[in-house]
């Protein structure tokens, strides 16, 4: 009984740092990376013709990010967050603004499940906060929004969507979902439990000296 009672609160045991297990990737692009055609298999993706570092944009070194269409790979993930960079062409004259929009389009399977529409004022090195959720294939658009000192409106036109930095979720197995704090409460009470009833157990087999009394 002793050796079944460790065998399981050994096994209950382990299953707490799988519980509480941060599966977040971060991936850098920039000076992390050659310059061109961003590899196939980097980070575990496929970058469907991605562009390291072949646009000057608004980051310290001038090259700091991918061009990026599209991203993807067989097993589901979460896109988290990114953070986007723009070019230096982007950049507002006076009287001007100058702004852009991405939108990213989330498949599963080839079905499209999500779409997120991100707006953010010039300024390179922008972080976004996405939490797309399970998702294997990612597409991003980005178009640029002018005002032109002296002239009415906006003027919009297709842009580059350039991204230094991504973070995705390698979790993505959620029936149902599971908060760490909670379940590491809750194996506590188990294991307490478990404890108290084989304390109760042992207490209650007769003892030797009580087996000779009942047979005198």
Avoid: C
């Avoid at 971060?26 to 496929?46: E, H, K, M, R």
């Amino acid at each position: 009984m002793k050796t079944e009672l460790g065998l399981t609160l050994a096994a209950i045991v382990a299953t707490l740092p799988l519980l509480s297990a941060n599966a977040a990737q971060t991936i850098d692009f920039g000076p992390n990376l050659p310059t061109g055609t961003v590899a196939n298999g980097y980070a575990g993706f496929d970058w469907h013709g991605a562009q390291n570092d072949v646009f000057a944009d608004t980051t310290v070194t001038s090259f700091g990010s991918v061009f990026i269409t599209e991203f993807s790979r067989t097993a589901p993930f979460d896109l988290n967050s990114m953070v986007v960079q723009e070019l230096n062409s982007d950049a507002p004259s006076i009287g001007e603004t100058s702004s852009n929009t991405t939108t990213i389009f989330g498949y599963l399977n080839g079905t499209l499940v999500d779409t997120l529409t991100e707006n953010y004022a010039f300024g390179g090195g922008t972080p976004l906060t996405l939490n797309m959720n399970d998702v294997n294939d990612v597409k991003f658009t980005t178009s640029n929004i002018r005002t032109v000192f002296g002239l009415p409106g906006t003027i919009t036109g297709g842009d580059l969507t350039l991204v230094s930095q991504l973070t995705v979720d390698n979790s993505v197995a959620r029936a149902p979902e599971i908060d760490p704090t909670a379940a590491a409460s809750a194996l506590t009470l188990l294991i307490g439990g478990l404890l108290v009833i084989t304390g109760r157990r042992y207490s209650q087999v007769p003892t030797r000296s009580k087996l000779r009394s009942n047979f005198a």
